[in-house]
């Protein structure tokens, strides 16, 4: 941030630190402004399609996972099927690389996460093979805003989900 003094007093013109903090802090705004207040019900302009997509459960948020990826609909699994601060976080960082008006640079940005995702995917098939035995196969450790789920088998895996307004959600970890 840069601090210039003007006839006015002090001009304030801010740095990448400062855009980083203020879009980091728009991004859960104007996704509840998009949505009338539930800053769930539409993110990154894909509304929440339950019947389409259930997260009522860890296993059914699973499932949905499967199905999206199965249609390759990654830009909705990143949209409502994916933790949203860890989306959030990366579409934020991504926008500060873009130049251009803010809701541009967020469209932009959540673009460059759904390519990367969906790459991530292709280039290792194994994911997706592991979270089909995850949802065929596993035991469930649940709690009430935590789910694990583990394989029956010796395996060092987990499926972790984490719960937000009534739905379960993807987190971005593994063990």
């Not at 203020?22 to 509840?32: F, G, H, M, Q, R």
């Not at 990366?90 to 390519?115: I, S």
Request: aromatic share 10%; proline share 5%; hydrophobic share 40%.
């Amino acid at each position: 941030m840069s601090i210039f003094s003007g006839k006015d007093g002090l001009t304030v013109i801010p740095g990448k630190r400062f855009v980083g903090c203020l879009i980091a802090a728009l991004v859960p705004l104007a996704c509840a402004a998009q949505d009338g207040g539930t800053r769930l019900s539409k993110r990154h302009g894909f509304e929440y399609a339950p019947e389409l997509y259930p997260q009522a459960t860890p296993q059914e948020a699973l499932a949905s996972v499967v199905k999206a990826i199965d249609r390759k609909n990654i830009d909705y699994l990143l949209a409502h099927l994916a933790d949203p601060e860890f989306v959030d976080e990366r579409v934020v960082n991504y926008a500060m690389l873009v130049k251009g008006d803010e809701r541009a640079r967020l469209v932009l940005a959540f673009e460059r996460l759904v390519r990367e995702t969906t790459q991530h995917f292709r280039e290792d098939p194994l994911l997706v093979k592991e979270l089909r035995q995850f949802l065929k196969e596993a035991d469930w450790e649940v709690q009430d805003q935590t789910a694990v789920g583990v394989l029956k088998t010796p395996s060092p895996r987990r499926v972790f989900f984490r719960k937000l307004e009534n739905r379960w959600f993807l987190e971005n970890r593994q063990q």
